[in-house]
C-alpha cells in the first residue's frame, strides 16, 4: 500500500469467541467492500509503531458491528493484542462514488462562488441532518452560510479546481 493518506475503515474494539475473530466498529460507507474476503487492509498500532498489512477471510455484521476473520489469527491469543488498533486503507483505494457525489475530505475547503462570481467563503463543514447534506461555508467576515446540498442551489462543482459555484436562493443570506 502507497504512503499517501490513510483513510479510516474501522477500529478493533475486541475479540470474538476463542478462533481469532475480531469485533470491529466500522468507520466506513462501504464495510460491505472493505471487509468482503480477499481485502487487504492495513492495521496501525493505537500509539507508535509499524503498521501491519492484513488480508480479510470472511466477515458478517453483528450489531452494528462487524467480526471479522484476519488470516493468520487463528486463536484468540494471537488476535488479542490488536484490541484498539485502527484499519486503513491508502487514500487512491477509495471507492469510486456515483455522479454528484463527493467525499467530505474532498468539499471541505473548496471555495463558494455565487453564479455571478461573488466569492461567498470556503465550506468548513459538512452536515447531514437528513433528507439532504448541509454545506457550512465560513464567510469572510465570519459568518457562516448553511447551503442545502440540492440541485437547485449546488450548480457546479469542481473538486480539481476546487471551486463551487451555487444559486443563493431567496432566504439563504
Known amino acids: 500500500m502507497s504512503e499517501g493518506r490513510l483513510l479510516n475503515v474501522g477500529k478493533i474494539v475486541n475479540t470474538h469467541g476463542i478462533r481469532g475473530e475480531l469485533k470491529v466498529w466500522p468507520q466506513t460507507d462501504f464495510p460491505e467492500v472493505r471487509f468482503k474476503a480477499g481485502s487487504k487492509l492495513l492495521m496501525i498500532p493505537p500509539e507508535s509503531g509499524d503498521p501491519v498489512t492484513v488480508e480479510i477471510v470472511s466477515a458478517r455484521e453483528q450489531k452494528k458491528m462487524y467480526v471479522v476473520k484476519i488470516k493468520g489469527f487463528d486463536d484468540i491469543n494471537e488476535a488479542e493484542k490488536y484490541k484498539g488498533w485502527e484499519l486503513k486503507v491508502s487514500e487512491d483505494n477509495r471507492v469510486p462514488l456515483q455522479e454528484g457525489e463527493y467525499y467530505v475530505r474532498d468539499i471541505v475547503g473548496c471555495e463558494v462562488y455565487t453564479e455571478e462570481g461573488e466569492l ?14 448541509i454545506w457550512v461555508v465560513k464567510m469572510p467576515k465570519g459568518k457562516e452560510l448553511l447551503l442545502p446540498v440540492i ?16 444559486r443563493l436562493m431567496e432566504g439563504l443570506l
Open 120 to 133: 461567498l467563503g470556503a465550506i468548513s463543514d459538512v452536515l447531514s441532518p437528513g433528507a439532504n447534506d
Open 151 to 166: 440541485d437547485d442551489v449546488v450548480l457546479d462543482v469542481d473538486i480539481g479546481a476546487r471551486k463551487i459555484k451555487v
